[in-house]
Nanobody, 122 residues
Framework: QVRLVESGGGLVQPGGSLSVSCAAP????????MSWYRQAPGKERELVAG????????NYADSVKGRFTISRDNAKNTVYLQMNSLKPEDTAVYYC???????????????WGQGTQVTVSS
């Protein structure tokens, strides 16, 4: 079974920093588009940061631009989300996502981690 495993969540004060990690199987990490989503209580899940399919370019939600950075370590099959200048509004469960489209069958393969809680509070 394909499993994505997030880690690194926790409680941090406003203005602080936190880094979360996502470990993926090698065959997933090397061929799927990796990204981070988050979901706050009562809110829909939203894209936070991700690698653009087919390249190393990245995109970010407007709310986190300049504060969050997505990166990857190919040797460790791990993607990271470095979060700086955290705000209470960043409080959410953060999910790792791996996605790939089969253009022959038009089927989308989409995998999620279990999520890791990030709480920003004083």
């Amino acid at each position: 079974q394909v499993r994505l495993v997030e880690s690194g969540g926790g409680l941090v004060q406003p203005g602080g920093s936190l880094s979360v990690s996502c470990a993926a199987p090698g065959f997933i990490f090397s061929t799927y588009a990796m990204s981070w989503y988050r979901q706050a209580p009562g809110k829909e899940r939203e894209l936070v940061a991700g690698f653009i399919s087919g390249g190393d370019s990245t995109n970010y939600a407007d709310s986190v631009k300049g504060r969050f950075t997505i990166s990857r370590d190919n040797a460790k099959n791990t993607v990271y989300l470095q979060m700086n200048s955290l705000k209470p509004e960043d409080t959410a469960v953060y999910y790792c996502n791996a996605k790939r489209r089969d253009f022959v069958t038009d089927r989308i393969y989409n995998y999620w981690g279990q999520g890791t809680q990030v709480t920003v509070s004083s």
